[in-house]
C-alpha cells in the first residue's frame, strides 16, 4: 500500500486505470474464467462505455487483456453477456466453436431524448476471447419503441433447444428466443406490479437455473438491478425465486414478497458466470463494489471502483421459504495465512477479540449471543458493524461515517440504518477485509452486507463485546496474502 494509492485492493478486481462500473461478459471458456466490464479507459468517471477484459484460472488472479468492445459509429457498448457457441448454432463461430458477446449498442441522443437510444448487438470470437468480430447483421434485436432497453442476459436452454436473452424494458424486463442466436422472437415480460420499484428502469437481469439444497428439485432465480431504492436508498441487487418453462418467468412468491442479495450499500448489477462445467457444479456470482449516488466521487487515485470477490450462490429452504445463500469461493483458502486462533467460550462486555488485522484478512466466527448483548467489528475507526440481540430478536446495525470534502460524496456515503435477523438462533459470520472494502456474510451467508471503507480513519480493525455477552463456539481470523 503507498500513500498515493491506499485503497487499491490486494484480492477484489479493479482496473488497471480508469472507470468501471458494471460487471459484463462472465463466462467459463477452455479453462478460463472471462470477466468483462463497463469501462472508461480515458477517465475516472462514467463516460463513454467500453468492455474491458481480463482472465483468470483461479477467480481471484486477473490478467488483463485489450479492451473487447469499443464504441463505433452504430455508438457505445453497454453492459451484456458472454457465452459458448460450441455447437456454432449461430453459424458465425466454425466447427471448433466460439464466444458470443451480446451487448447494448448505446447510439447517441437526440434532441429529447432522456437517455442513450438502445438496441442488442452480437459480437463474436474464435480465438478464445483475445479478438472480437462484430455481428454484420446487427443490430439482432431493434428498440420496440422503448426509452429503457438494454443489459442483455443470453443462455442456452436445452429443455427447449432455443437461445433465451432477458432484457430490461423499463422497470419489468422481457423475454425473447431464438434458435440460431440471431432471429429473436418476443415471449413474455415479468415485473409489473412484482418486488421492488423506483422511479428509474430495472437493469443488469440474470436468469438461471439452480438446484434446491438436499432435495431433487430446482428452481429459476431472476435477478434485477434497482438503482436508488434498495434495502437502504442507492443502488441494491433484488431476486426472484419461480420457475421458467423456456417462454414465462413465474414467481413463486407473493408479488409484494422483496427479495435481496445484499443488504449493504455497495452490491449492484450482479451476475453470474455462464457454463461453468459441470463437474464444478458451482454458481458463481460478482457483483459492482459500488453506489451510483457517489460512485463517481469515491477517493481513489487514478482508477475507479472494484468488483466483489466472486462467491457462490447456494439455494436453501429456510422457515420463509427459499432464499440464496452466499460463500466465498474456495480458491480464496490458497492465500490465507494463520494469524489468530480465538479463545472459546463465554465473553463478557468490554473483553476485546481482535485488533489490528492486516490490510487483507478473514475473519470467521460462530457464536450466540445473549439477550441484550452488543458485538461490534470496526473495520476502521470510521466504520462499525454491530450485531445484537435485542427484544428477543436479532439484529445487525451498519453505521458509516467519513468525508472527503466533495458535497456528493458527502451527503450520500455516510449512513446509520438496522437489519432484522429474526429470531435468537446461534449465527455464523465471515467478514473480508481489503483495504477499501468489507464484506460480510451472516447466517451461513443467508444474509450479505457489502459496504465500501473510505476516509482519514487509520485501519485500526477492533472486534469487541460492548454489551451483554456472547458464548463463542469458534473463531479465527486469518491474513490474506499473495506471498508464501
Given at each position: ?27 467459463y ?5 472471462h470477466?468483462?466490464?463497463?469501462y472508461?479507459p ?6 463513454p462505455?467500453?468492455w474491458?477484459?481480463a ?5 481471484l ?10 464504441p463505433?459509429?452504430?455508438g457505445?457498448c ?5 457465452t459458448?457457441d460450441a455447437?456454432?448454432?449461430t ?5 471448433e ?5 451480446y ?8 434532441e ?22 462484430r455481428?454484420a ?7 420496440p419503441?422503448?426509452q429503457?432497453?438494454?443489459d ?18 423499463g422497470?419489468?424486463v422481457?423475454?425473447?428466443r ?8 418476443f415471449?413474455?415480460?415479468?415485473g409489473?406490479?412484482e418486488?421492488?420499484?423506483?422511479h ?6 440474470d436468469l438461471?437455473e439452480i ?10 432465480i ?5 438503482q436508488?431504492q ?5 443502488s441494491?441487487t433484488?431476486y ?12 413463486d ?6 427479495l ?6 455497495d ?13 464444478d457444479g458451482?454458481?458463481?456470482v460478482?457483483?459492482?463494489?459500488s453506489c451510483?449516488p ?18 457462490t ?7 420463509q421459504?427459499?432464499?440464496l445463500?452466499?460463500?466465498f ?13 480465538l479463545a472459546?467460550?463465554?465473553?463478557g ?11 487483507a484478512a ?7 449471543l ?9 473495520p476502521t ?5 454491530i ?7 436479532l439484529g ?17 456515503y455516510?449512513?446509520d ?5 429474526g ?17 460480510l ?6 444474509y ?7 476516509g ?9 463485546v ?6 463463542l463456539?469458534?473463531g479465527?481470523?486469518?491474513g490474506?496474502?499473495r506471498?508464501?
Open positions: 500500500m503507498t500513500k498515493q494509492d491506499p485503497y487499491r485492493p490486494l484480492f477484489h478486481f479493479t482496473p488497471p486505470f480508469g472507470w468501471m462500473n458494471d460487471p459484463n461478459g462472465l463466462v471458456h477452455r479453462g478460463e474464467f470477466l468483462c466490464y463497463q472508461h480515458m477517465d475516472t468517471v462514467w463516460g462505455m467500453h474491458g477484459h482472465v483468470s484460472r483461479d477467480l488472479s486477473w490478467e488483463h487483456l485489450p479492451i473487447a468492445l469499443a463505433d459509429a452504430a457505445m453497454f453492459s451484456g453477456t458472454a459458448a455447437a456454432n448454432r453459424g458465425l463461430v466454425g466447427p466453436g466460439g464466444l458470443l458477446a451487448y447494448t449498442i448505446a447510439a447517441e441522443k437526440s429529447g431524448d432522456r437517455d442513450f437510444p438502445q438496441s442488442q448487438g452480437l459480437a463474436y470470437s474464435i480465438d478464445g476471447g483475445r479478438r472480437w468480430q455481428y447483421g446487427n443490430p439482432v434485436l431493434p428498440n419503441g422503448l429503457d432497453f438494454r442483455p442476459k443470453v443462455f442456452w436452454h436445452e429443455p427447449s433447444q432455443h437461445w433465451i436473452m432477458v432484457v430490461t424494458l422497470q419489468k422481457g423475454i425473447y431464438s434458435a440460431d442466436g440471431l432471429d429473436w422472437r415471449c413474455s415480460e415479468f409489473e406490479g418486488g421492488a420499484h423506483d428509474l428502469a430495472w437493469e443488469c437481469p438461471f438446484p434446491v439444497a438436499g432435495s431433487d428439485e430446482s428452481r429459476w431472476l435477478i434485477v438491478g434497482i436508488r434498495a434495502y437502504v436508498p442507492g441494491g433484488q426472484f425465486v419461480g420457475r421458467f418453462d423456456g417462454e414465462r418467468f413465474v414467481n412468491n407473493t408479488a409484494d414478497t422483496v435481496w442479495l445484499d443488504y449493504g450499500r452490491y449492484y448489477a450482479s451476475q453470474t458466470w455462464a457454463d461453468v462445467p459441470a463437474e458451482r454458481r458463481l460478482l457483483g459492482w463494489m451510483w457517489y460512485a463517481n466521487q469515491t477517493p481513489t487515485a487514478n482508477w475507479r471502483s472494484a468488483m466483489s470477490l466472486p462467491q450462490l447456494t439455494l436453501k429452504a429456510t422457515d421459504g427459499l432464499r445463500h452466499r460463500a469461493v474456495a480458491e480464496l483458502e490458497a492465500f490465507e495465512r494463520p494469524e489468530r486462533v472459546c467460550g463465554e465473553v462486555a468490554g473483553e476485546l477479540l481482535a485488533a489490528d488485522w492486516p490490510e478473514r475473519l470467521q466466527l460462530a457464536l450466540e445473549a439477550e441484550g448483548s452488543e458485538l461490534r467489528i470496526s475507526g470510521e466504520a462499525d458493524f450485531l445484537f440481540r435485542r427484544d428477543g430478536r445487525l446495525r451498519s453505521r458509516r461515517r467519513g468525508r472527503i470534502g466533495v458535497a456528493e460524496f458527502d451527503e450520500h455516510p449512513h440504518y438496522e437489519l432484522d435477523l429470531a435468537p438462533r446461534p449465527l455464523s459470520l465471515d467478514l473480508l477485509l481489503d483495504r477499501c472494502s468489507a464484506e456474510l451472516l447466517d451461513d451467508g443467508r450479505g452486507m457489502t459496504q465500501l471503507l473510505f482519514d480513519s487509520p485501519r485500526r480493525c477492533r472486534l469487541a460492548e454489551r451483554g455477552s456472547l458464548v463456539e469458534q479465527h481470523w486469518l490474506l496474502s506471498s508464501a
